[in-house]
């Protein structure tokens, strides 16, 4: 029997590479994109036994993204799971930031998906598969010093809900998950105002979710057919809910916040 495929970019650390191993643990075909295509022949290594094939990507140009599905059907001759992961990151506030970094959160995290859905959507069609999005939180609540990484996450959670819509009677699943804070590198290579890389996280990595605790929430929510999933019960389930009822009171706390962060743009 043909084994399932998956599609996933931004594999190469963080989420999208524990959602790798999830999917090699369970004995799928995997697709693993990324620009750092060291680390993912690293991947190859240590499942040895798992058909794997790496495409070096950059999912903001459109071309990477029509090579890597194009490489994805030579190889294995359909998609069941396209998981739109590849992300970046920013921290500076909007009076600061200088317009590239805009830009580049946009190319990144919204065209990078609507790119990958446009060139898979055909094969998803074909084999009423999934196509998920990893936002996060900030994709619900604007979260301050993150004005280009919440709009971008926005928008593709706005895309995401319409493709569902439009795909009603053709048994395409269409899921956006939105983690909380996770432990990935996705602060430290955040661009600050000038759009130079953070290099360093501003917050404590250890109480965080962990990678493989978030991938697990995806896969499962993937197999269970599941429309979104909001991860982490505080900062993420209570706080999306409770801006619904207090905005002005989420708003406050969410200041304070990320005011509170070393080095912070918000003093």
Same mark, same amino acid.
């Given at each position: 029997m043909q084994n399932k495929v998956v599609v996933i970019t931004g594999a190469s650390s963080g989420i999208g590479k524990a959602l790798a191993q999830k999917y090699a643990a369970e004995g799928w075909d995997l697709v693993l994109a990324a620009r750092r295509i060291e680390r993912l022949h690293a991947l190859e290594r240590e499942f040895k036994n798992t058909n794997i094939l790496s495409v070096k990507t950059d999912v903001s140009l459109v071309e990477d993204c029509r090579d890597l599905i194009d490489k994805?059907?030579? @190889?294995?001759?359909?998609?069941?799971?396209?998981?739109?992961?590849?992300?970046?990151?920013?921290?500076?506030?909007?009076?600061?930031?200088?317009?590239?970094?805009?830009?580049?959160?946009?190319?990144?995290?919204?065209?990078?998906?609507?790119?990958?859905?446009?060139?898979?959507?055909?094969?998803?069609?074909?084999?009423?598969?999934?196509?998920?999005?990893?936002?996060?939180?900030?994709?619900?609540?604007?979260?301050?010093?993150?004005?280009?990484?919440?709009?971008?996450?926005?928008?593709? @959670? #706005?895309?995401?809900?319409?493709?569902?819509?439009?795909?009603?009677?053709? #048994?395409?699943?269409?899921?956006?998950?939105?983690? #909380?804070?996770?432990?990935?590198?996705?602060?430290?290579?955040?661009?600050?105002?000038? #759009?130079?890389?953070?290099?360093?996280?501003?917050?404590?990595?250890?109480?965080?979710?962990s990678a493989e605790e978030c991938a697990g929430h995806i896969y499962r929510a993937v197999k269970r057919r599941r429309r979104k999933i909001i991860l982490t019960v505080v900062e993420g389930k209570l706080t999306v809910f409770m801006a619904k009822m207090w905005a002005d009171?989420?708003?406050?706390?969410?200041?304070?916040?990320f005011a509170s962060e070393p080095d912070s743009p918000l003093r």
């Amino acid at each position: 029997m043909q084994n399932k495929v998956v599609v996933i970019t931004g594999a190469s650390s963080g989420i999208g590479k524990a959602l790798a191993q999830k999917y090699a643990a369970e004995g799928w075909d995997l697709v693993l994109a990324a620009r750092r295509i060291e680390r993912l022949h690293a991947l190859e290594r240590e499942f040895k036994n798992t058909n794997i094939l790496s495409v070096k990507t950059d999912v903001s140009l459109v071309e990477d993204c029509r090579d890597l599905i194009d490489k994805a059907i030579g @190889r294995f001759g359909k998609i069941d799971v396209l998981i739109n992961n590849a992300g970046i990151s920013m921290r500076a506030i909007f009076e600061n930031v200088e317009l590239p970094v805009l830009h580049r959160m946009m190319d990144v995290n919204f065209w990078g998906t609507v790119y990958c859905t446009k060139f898979a959507l055909p094969y998803l069609l074909e084999s009423k598969g999934s196509l998920v999005g990893v936002i996060s939180v900030g994709g619900y609540l604007g979260l301050p010093g993150r004005t280009g990484y919440s709009a971008s996450k926005f928008a593709v @959670r #706005g895309f995401l809900d319409t493709v569902r819509v439009e795909n009603r009677r053709s #048994g395409l699943h269409v899921l956006v998950a939105a983690p #909380g804070f996770t432990t990935s590198e996705i602060r430290k290579s955040a661009l600050v105002a000038d #759009g130079r890389q953070q290099g360093e996280t501003p917050r404590n990595e250890n109480k965080m979710m962990s990678a493989e605790e978030c991938a697990g929430h995806i896969y499962r929510a993937v197999k269970r057919r599941r429309r979104k999933i909001i991860l982490t019960v505080v900062e993420g389930k209570l706080t999306v809910f409770m801006a619904k009822m207090w905005a002005d009171l989420v708003d406050g706390v969410m200041y304070r916040m990320f005011a509170s962060e070393p080095d912070s743009p918000l003093r």
